[in-house]
């Protein structure tokens, strides 16, 4: 199961209506990168992809795609945000990244790709720093996806025992190896296994991802941490064309999933 479905699954629990699951967001995803490769059209798609899309406001006083805004960098503060309503969340998070990552918004997908309410975009996170969050920087929008999943939930995603020594670079049955995996054991035991993903998976029309860097911080108790460093979306939702990287390098991934800060207080 690829990632940016776990992810979303979580975002979705309690969301409402089927047709506004993670598993419908997540069918949308990359043909229209497939098409752009294989099809003489592609720079319409392209163009149109790009454009400025106006979503509707799904209800309520409160637009659940948009719910904060931040300046990253150690200096960030209530008074370096963009909006007065920035959330502590996103200014944390700010905090404990560079300043050159962009302008930082939390937003949910699925209100942006699948006009959800304020009530079926809601969830619950464990981690204090989960949610998902676009990356705003020279003209283009990536995003952020952070969770924490404890041992209970991610073996009822896996159907199976969580092993926290899996290796994860590994090749499994017909599965196509990671690209550029590392696994690297912590000196305290946790495992972190980075990757990048050309996210080229078969799919409907309406939202074509971009590639990813992809991480997991795998713990003793059988509860992982897990994040996705994306240059985007194109189609359906779209807030602005890909960046031409990841937000989040892979050192930066690593030292935002081994800080302390991601993880609940004891």
């Known amino acids: 199961m690829n990632d940016v479905r776990e992810l979303l699954d979580r975002a979705a629990e309690g969301a409402g209506k089927p047709a506004l699951s993670a598993g419908a967001v997540y069918a949308k995803a990359a043909r229209i990168r497939r098409r752009r490769r294989a099809a003489a059209s592609a720079a319409v798609l392209a163009v149109v992809a790009a454009g400025a899309f106006a979503l509707p406001r799904t209800g309520g006083d409160e637009d659940p795609a948009h719910t904060s805004v931040a300046s990253a960098g150690p200096s960030a503060s209530p008074t370096a945000s963009a909006s007065a309503s920035a959330s502590a969340k996103t200014e944390r998070l700010a905090a404990l990244l560079p300043a050159d990552v962009g302008e930082i918004e939390e937003v949910s997908l699925l209100a942006l790709i699948k006009n959800a309410t304020p009530e079926q975009a809601r969830t619950t996170y464990l981690g204090p720093l989960d949610g998902q969050y676009a990356f705003r920087k020279d003209g283009g929008v990536g995003y952020l996806l952070l969770t924490l999943m404890d041992r209970e939930t991610l073996e009822r995603k896996m159907g199976r025992p969580a092993d926290p020594a899996e290796d994860l670079c590994a090749r499994v049955g017909q599965e196509p190896a990671r690209e550029d995996c590392v696994r690297e ?80 207080k004891d």
Not at 199 to 216: A, F, H, I, N, T
Not at 232 to 254: H, I, M, Y
């Open 185 to 264: 054991v912590l000196p305290d035991g946790r495992t972190l296994t980075t990757w990048h993903d050309s996210m080229d998976y078969s799919g409907d029309d309406s939202v074509g991802w971009g590639p990813e860097l992809v991480g997991r911080l795998a713990q003793a108790d059988g509860s992982q941490l897990l994040v996705r460093s994306s240059t985007g979306f194109e189609g359906s939702g779209t807030q602005g064309p890909l960046l031409s990287e990841p937000p989040l390098s892979r050192q930066q991934l690593k030292k935002l999933l081994t800080g302390p800060e991601v993880l609940p």
